[in-house]
Every structure is written in C-alpha cells, then in structure tokens.
C-alpha cells in the first residue's frame, strides 16, 4: 500500500474544462483510520472540499465546489493511489458530475516540496 495521504498537498498535472480544477488548484488531503478529505482551492474554485474513504490504495470521494463565477457543482470519484519513483504520491482519478452532465479521468501528484 502507498504512503498516507495525511498532510500532502496535491496539483491535477493538466487542466481540466474551463471552470474546473486545473494545474493552478491545490488540494491538501487528510487521512485517519481509513477515512480521507481534503480541502482544494485555485483556478477556477473558490473553495472545494470533498469526503471518502481509503481502502488499501482504492479512494471512494465526493467532492463539492464553488466556483470564481458563484455557482456550486458536485460529483463522485473514484481514484488509484500510487507512489511514484522519487516517492511522491500519485492519483489516478475516475470522476463523475453529480450536479451536471460529464465525466473524465485525471492525475494529480504530490507537489514536490
């Protein structure tokens, strides 16, 4: 299994659609006995936060977040947690709108320190 979650700061390696996280946005995860949230920030967001569990590298989260423009979305993911070579921790991200149409894929990585 790959290192805790707890304290890391994340960044997406690509920007996502307009309105969404990007390489600007920062999420500053947290984990304690199998349970994990993080808040987010940057870009296009306000303020995110979002809420799940860890079971061995398997995330299972909601998210939710306010945009620049004031409008609010939501949605589920699902994520692979690896470590890369140097030893960052990696995210290999499946997601799904809740509050509107779409889904995709996406990476975040540990931002080196």
Known sequence: MARSLDGLVLAPVADQAPGQVGTR????????GGRIWAE???????????VGTRDG???????VQLKQDGTT??????STVTELTDGRVRLEERWEWESQEGSGTSVVEEVAS
């Open 25 to 32: 946005t920062r999420f500053t995860y947290h984990e304690q």
């Open 40 to 50: 987010y920030t940057g870009g296009d967001v306000v303020r995110g936060h979002l």
């Open 57 to 63: 590298d398997a995330l299972d989260f909601r998210y």
């Open 73 to 78: 979305s939501s949605g589920h993911c699902f």
